[in-house]
């Protein structure tokens, strides 16, 4: 084995109450910024409501959700029916499934077009995902902090991590049932950043 080789498997990331594993880089057929530029150019981004305490807001993010037919989704009380997948989604769904040894029938894509972007705090914990959901998230161009907090254990101190360009992070286990996650706005960043979460829908 090359010293010198990046890992080509999962890290496991310690964390309690949770499973999380990171990969630093996933590299595919063609560079990372050809795959950036791609999916940017040839997804047909949506913008999304969400309607917090009666009033309604425009998501500051765009997204796309691709997946198997049938296989619908309701998110932020949006429900989404797939996109039918394109060659380049399929694609890296395949090596991510080789990756992640686990099978998804689904993307949700997030645009996050500059650093005034974001995500607010959520958990991924619909009951289309079950029990304990294996969400495997990949990175792609600006790098953006993903901020994990505990719901119910104010001693533990919140966890931020860095979503560099190609990086994987795997969410599993009980992480749904006892964190949320977030993207916080990083003003200052100017680079536009995409965000796949493969899941596996029941
Ligand atoms: O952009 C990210 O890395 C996070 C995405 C996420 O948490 C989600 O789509 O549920
Ligand atoms: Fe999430």
Redesign the pocket.
Known sequence: MDLFESPSELIKIPMSDGDLYSLQSLKFDCSNEDLLSRLILETPWREEKITVWGKTFIQP?L?AWYGDKGKNYT?SGNKFEPLAWTPLLLSIKKKIEEVCKKNFNSV?L?Y?RSGLDS?GF?S?DEPELGENPS?A?L?LGET?T?IFKHKKNKSIAPMKIY?TDESL?VMDGDIQKNWI???PKEPLKLGA?V?L?FRYIL
């Open positions: 993010r997204i998110y949700l997030n996050y995500l959520h991924d969400i998230s990175s953006r993903f979503l992070i996650h977030g993207i950043r965000n979460t």
